[in-house]
T-cell receptor
Framework: SQQGEEDPQALSIQEGENATMNCSYKTSINNLQWYRQNSGRGLVHLILIRSNEREKHSGRLRVTLDTSKKSSSLLITASRAADTASYFCATVEETSGSRLTFGEGTQLTVNP | EAGVAQSPRYKIIEKRQSVAFWCNPISGHATLYWYQQILGQGPKLLIQFQNNGVVDDSQLPKDRFSAERLKGVDSTLKIQPAKLEDSAVYLC???????????FGSGTRLTVV
């Protein structure tokens, strides 16, 4: 079963703008991860945030986690056309060991 | 380091035929996963191996799907017989013990006609 729900399902912005994607989940988690998938390719790990962390940065990526609301957001600043891809949040539940459960994803299109 | 290798890249078969996918994880990664990704959806876990043992196959349709990782390295996933709804991308991923991030292969796109 899918753990996360992502919002929006699709997002279209202009180059240089910021893109924000949200993810909600249902159970207690150990950590939450974001992955990117270019069309027809595998998933690439972007960033991991642990349940005791509230915010994390990596380059142009900023991830927040609110465990009380069971939600996370991914912010991509100064977007580029090359950022066009599907973005998935995935959770490792406290009771699942290392198993990743993915959401349905957000399709981001960055227009030049 | 080399990534996760998968083959074939694409496969088209008729329903009721059988098909097999192959995965070579990153060297030294003890944990290997097979995911099914239907178009427009997120990946769904089919099976997880730790070395050559099955850790989780609760979502594997065992009447038609099977997987093995005999020597704790390469893995194969088989579907027999295939149904139309098996059309999807089959993704293999591996993970190094002590870390949480997965490394995915490029996947095998299966079309059942």
């Amino acid at each position: 079963s899918q753990q996360g729900e992502e919002d929006p399902q699709a997002l279209s912005i202009q180059e240089g703008e910021n893109a924000t994607m949200n993810c909600s989940y249902k159970t207690s988690i150990n950590n939450l991860q974001w992955y990117r998938q270019n069309s027809g390719r595998g998933l690439v790990h972007l960033i991991l945030i642990r349940s005791n962390e509230r915010e994390k940065h990596s380059g142009r990526l900023r991830v927040t986690l609110d465990t009380s609301k069971k939600s996370s957001s991914l912010l991509i600043t100064a977007s580029r056309a090359a950022d066009t891809a599907s973005y998935f949040c995935a959770t490792v539940e406290e009771t699942s060991g290392s198993r990743l459960t993915f959401g349905e994803g957000t399709q981001l299109t960055v227009n030049p | 380091e080399a990534g996760v290798a998968q083959s074939p890249r694409y496969k088209i078969i008729e329903k009721r035929q059988s098909v097999a996918f192959w995965c070579n994880p990153i060297s030294g990664h003890a944990t290997l996963y097979w995911y099914q990704q239907i178009l427009g959806q997120g990946p769904k876990l089919l099976i997880q191996f730790q070395n050559n043992g099955v850790v989780d196959d609760s979502q594997l349709p065992k009447d038609r799907f099977s997987a093995e990782r005999l020597k704790g390295v390469d893995s194969t996933l088989k579907i027999q017989p295939a149904k139309l709804e098996d059309s999807a991308v089959y993704l293999c991923a591996s993970r190094k013990t002590g870390t949480y991030g997965y490394t995915f292969g490029s996947g095998t796109r299966l079309t059942v006609v």
